[in-house]
């Protein structure tokens, strides 16, 4: 029996932080791939402490719904999880490669193959341009665009800009916007000065980040000017300083994001059948023709 | 229906159906396809002679002209022993014999191929229905009339159906009787995540086992497993943690432990910890652990050695380490509590200060919306604290006029 079991941060705050956990959940257990999905949260229920011991499934795939590799992935979830023997050289990673360890896990006294991060893996790539889709309502956008891929910096973890990098010139690389930018919210280039990185008229941002909350709806909405203040709201597009800005919200709510979450499963050796071609799919943007 | 007519009150399985002389009601059951097409899979995979148990009887496979060719049939006919003497039968005999003891296979079939194995589902299903110490023949009494079971604050009722299939209404105790269409019902158990985020007024719940459940709703008729679904959704790991407290294995992760373990933000809680007792994790213990606050029994103590003076609580499931909620406030408070007392100096009359009294414990036990608006008998009322900081506050806000840092006089 193969289980999925998805490790998010979760909230004492803000009910919406676990809202793409479930949905991405939800959508891999319509497509059948796992006989189980559970989900698991730090600040949440059930606790990334006693997840496991929910998992009825053998086979157990944990995939960590975080933007980078860092404090979580590298500490916080191997030892909450208790993974036996876990060190960081498991992942043998660049801070971009990590695939996966398979360890016991002593909550359980068995095996589980431990996931990279969602978003370091190749797919999310495709996940920030299917961003850029939904939220122009165009499933040809790129002429005429530029795209911003914005994250916090180095100061709070020194992965989560070569995160941002990566997927920005893996987008740059496709010819398929006029400019690809990335930016941060607490280094150079600063998504604060947005319109000056950019010639386009048009520019989509999308926020690496797995969940709505503070950084998304209120930080970055007031740095870059599309409201005073975020309880005022915004339209997207928001025009600031000549250029009319297409502002995602946060990346990981966009239901492609559960191919990733399968990516990485299958990267580990999961079974995942068709689910593949069937999330890819079902999560697709329509055209209008 | 399940619903409208609970046959018991007290939570406590079996007791339905007892009370005259003649013992319980038996309800008529039917064998279902399923059930005795899955007693023949079951035969099949076993080797001639094995018997398959049921309550009260077994089968198997005929061994005749077999190594073991015992009287009662070939490996193509059964072998049913109850007592007496076994006899060999066709599959068609066996169906008949199996369906005068449809009981006994439903239940068989309910706990073995429905339920399976998984440990917490499987003991949480038969603890409903007390299936490890009562007869299938009390057990189908009782679920006729409907097996009631509380889990924090879910009303769980258990009823069977004509082909032994075991179905459950799940809704807030405080919900128990009100027909199902004053209800919202539903059907799939991950629905249940809707219903947990927020209490009744709306505030996102950031504890599940947090007093706080929300009523209104129904799950009138869930399955075995979805029944579990259902309850793992609504109380996470609960049923894990309760099973294997039963098991006599739970693994309680007591106060310093976990505070030593964590990292990050929360790193400075263990520096709360100096070695002069344990009096602030009573307190802690009892502003978040108390049966007010969470449903869980706190098990976990300051360490291995040391209990902490406050009660764990009454509830169903345990507590087996300080939750997230419990770590974050004690971050805050590691940070406040190494503030030094300072002695400030300002008057109140002797109403004023029972008045203070009065807020905190409004506050501390989530009153303040219960205090009417014109009830100004209230320390809490909302006029008499307007008028409290109408006397006392300075312009910025200073209690008695006495700033907080005596340097900003």
């Known amino acids: 029996m193969q289980s999925l079991v998805i490790v998010a941060h979760g909230s004492h705050l803000n009910p919406e932080s676990s809202a793409p956990t479930y949905d991405h959940a939800d959508t891999i257990r319509a497509a059948g791939a796992f006989d189980e999905v559970r989900t698991g949260f730090w600040k949440e229920e059930p606790h990334f402490r006693e997840v496991l011991r929910t998992v009825e499934g053998s086979e157990i795939y944990v995939v960590p719904l975080f933007v980078s590799e860092g404090y979580f992935t590298e500490q916080v979830i191997p030892r909450e999880l208790r993974l036996n023997g876990w060190d960081v050289s498991e992942w043998d990673s660049d801070g971009l490669s990590a695939d996966q360890a398979t360890l016991v896990a002593e909550d359980i006294d068995s095996e589980v193959h431990y996931c990279g991060p969602v978003g370091t893996h190749r797919a999310m790539t495709d996940v920030i341009v299917r961003r850029a889709e939904s939220v122009t309502n165009d499933a040809d956008v790129g002429d005429g665009f530029g795209l911003a891929v914005v994250g916090h910096g180095t100061e709070r973890n020194e992965n989560s800009a070569k995160a941002i990098e990566y997927h920005a010139d893996r987008i740059a690389e496709r010819d398929r916007f006029d400019e690809v930018k990335a930016l941060y919210m607490d280094e150079e280039p600063e998504v604060d000065d947005l319109p000056e990185h950019f010639e386009s008229d048009d520019v989509v941002l999308v926020p690496l980040f797995i969940a709505d909350g503070y950084h998304t709806q209120e930080d970055i909405p007031e740095d870059v000017g599309l409201c005073e203040d975020h309880t005022e709201g915004y339209d997207v597009p928001e025009t600031v300083d000549g250029t009319r800005i297409w502002y995602a919200g946060a990346v990981g709510t966009e239901p492609l994001m559960a191919d990733v979450v399968l990516e990485r499963a299958a990267d580990a050796g999961a079974d995942v059948g068709g689910a593949l071609d069937d999330v890819r799919e079902t999560t697709r943007v329509a055209t209008g023709d | 229906m399940a619903d409208s007519t609970p046959g018991t009150d007290g939570g406590e399985a079996g007791e339905a159906g007892e009370a005259d002389d003649d013992g319980p009601e038996l309800p008529d059951v039917d064998l279902p396809s399923d059930a005795f097409d899955a007693v023949l899979d079951a035969l099949d995979d076993r080797d001639p002679g094995e018997p398959l148990q049921f309550e009260g009887f077994s089968v198997a496979r005929g061994t005749k002209g077999t190594d073991e060719d015992l009287p009662g049939g070939t490996p193509d006919e059964y072998v049913l022993a109850a007592g007496g003497r076994p006899t060999g039968m066709s599959e068609r005999d066996l169906h008949g014999a199996l369906a005068e003891r449809a009981p006994a296979v439903t239940d068989w079939y309910v706990f073995e191929r429905v339920v399976g194995e998984f440990g917490p589902r499987r003991a949480f299903l038969r603890w409903i229905e007390d299936a490890d110490g009562e007869t299938v023949a009390t057990r189908y009494a009782a679920l006729a009339e409907g097996i009631e079971r509380a889990w924090g604050e879910l009303k769980i009722t258990a009823t069977i159906t004509d082909r032994g299939e075991r179905r459950y209404d799940v809704r807030h105790a405080d919900d128990a009787g009100v027909p199902v269409d004053e209800l919202d019902a539903y059907e799939d158990p991950l629905d249940a995540r809707e219903l947990v985020t927020f209490d009744e007024k709306g505030r996102y719940r950031p504890l599940k086992t947090a007093p706080s459940l929300a009523g209104g709703w129904v799950f009138p008729d869930l399955g075995p497993r979805d029944l579990y679904e259902a309850v793992e959704t609504i109380y996470p790991a609960t049923v894990a943690n309760w099973h294997r407290e039963r098991e006599g294995e739970l693994d309680v992760t007591h106060w310093r432990e976990t505070m030593e373990r964590q990292s990050g933000i929360y790193g400075v809680v263990k520096t709360w910890d100096r070695g002069e007792g344990n009096e602030h994790v009573d307190w802690v213990a009892e502003a978040c652990c108390d049966d007010s606050q969470c449903l869980k029994r706190r098990e976990w103590e300051y360490d291995e050695e040391t209990d902490l003076d406050v009660d764990g609580g009454d509830g169903v499931f345990p507590c087996r380490e300080p939750c997230s909620v419990v770590v ?82």
């Not at chain 2, 971050?331 to 009065?358: G, H, I």
């Not at chain 2, 009417?372 to 604290?385: I, P, S, V």
């Open chain 2, 328 to 409: 974050s406030a004690a971050r805050k408070w590691t940070r406040l509590e190494s503030e030094q007392p300072r002695t400030y100096e300002f008057e109140l009359t002797p109403s004023e200060k029972e008045q203070v009294e009065d807020i905190i414990d409004a506050v501390a036990d989530g009153r303040i919306d219960e205090i009417r608006e014109a009830d100004t008998k209230e320390g809490a009322n909302r006029y008499r604290t307007r008028f409290l900081r109408a006397k006392l506050f300075d312009d910025e806000g200073n209690l008695g006029g006495v700033p907080t840092d005596p340097d900003e006089e």
